[in-house]
């Protein structure tokens, strides 16, 4: 099964910094990725496909990048909303995996 | 608007089964892939199985490979995961997914873009 690191676990920042989140496969998976935001008691969210395609209504603060094995989520400037668990996964092949988790906390 | 409503999450013993059903609207059920991902107390999300349109192909993680059957029912916009001889580690919420296929261009996309709420599964003696 490919595995997917993603970092950090967690971290904190304030209100309008720049945060930057990364996965990296274990092997290559083309950029079929997708990332996904998880508030607390609620399911998650899709906000990226295609490692930087923007699902449509997410705004555009949320951006993806990379291809291969290295992937990156960007949020240009954090909003009180954005606090929440990110998560990517890899639709490349079976086991679908995703990455533990990176859980962004007010600072 | 799409709606996924799953049910059946419950209190089991360890080697017991159960049945989770995911009720679909608002789109032609049949077309979609269907998932089940699952997320143990504090713990991230897990892919479990998937399902094609037609009840043709279906995949699993290995944990469950074996124990776990996912099918559907079209006539009833339905989705299922029977969940046998279930174990502590198989607590969780479990939530039915929906997995849209998005075209850009030459280049075609996966990803899961309607989401229940979840129903909760506790495994205990």
């Known amino acids: 099964a490919i595995q997917m690191t993603q970092s950090p676990y967690s971290l904190s920042a304030s209100i309008g910094d720049r945060v930057i989140i990364t996965c990296r496969a274990s092997q290559g998976i083309r950029n079929d990725l997708a990332w996904y935001q998880q508030k607390p008691g609620r399911a998650p969210n899709l906000l990226i496909y295609g490692a930087s395609r923007l699902q449509s209504g997410v705004p555009s603060r949320f951006s993806g990048s990379g291809s291969g094995t290295d992937f990156t989520l960007t949020i240009s400037s954090l909003q009180p909303e954005d606090f929440a668990t990110y998560y990517c996964?890899?639709?490349?092949?079976?086991?679908?995996?995703f990455g533990r988790g990176t859980k962004v906390e007010i600072k | 608007d799409v709606q996924l409503v799953e049910s059946g999450g419950t209190l089991v013993r360890p080697g017991g089964s159960l049945r989770l059903a995911c009720a679909a609207s608002?789109?032609?059920?049949?077309?979609?892939?269907m998932m089940w991902v699952r997320q143990a107390p504090g713990k991230g999300l897990e892919w479990v199985a998937n399902?094609?349109?037609?009840?043709?192909?279906?995949y699993y993680v290995d944990s469950v490979e074996g124990r776990f059957t996912i099918s559907r029912d079209n006539a009833e916009n339905t989705l299922y995961l029977q969940m046998n001889s279930l174990r502590a580690e198989d607590a969780g919420v479990y939530y039915c997914a929906r997995d849209q296929n998005y075209r850009y261009g030459s280049a075609y996309y996966d990803a899961l873009d309607s989401w229940g709420r979840g129903t909760l599964v506790a495994v205990s003696s």
């Open positions: 608002g789109f032609t059920f049949k077309t979609y892939w």
């Open positions: 996964l890899q639709d490349y092949n079976y086991p679908r995996t």
């Open positions: 399902i094609k349109g037609d009840g043709s192909t279906r």
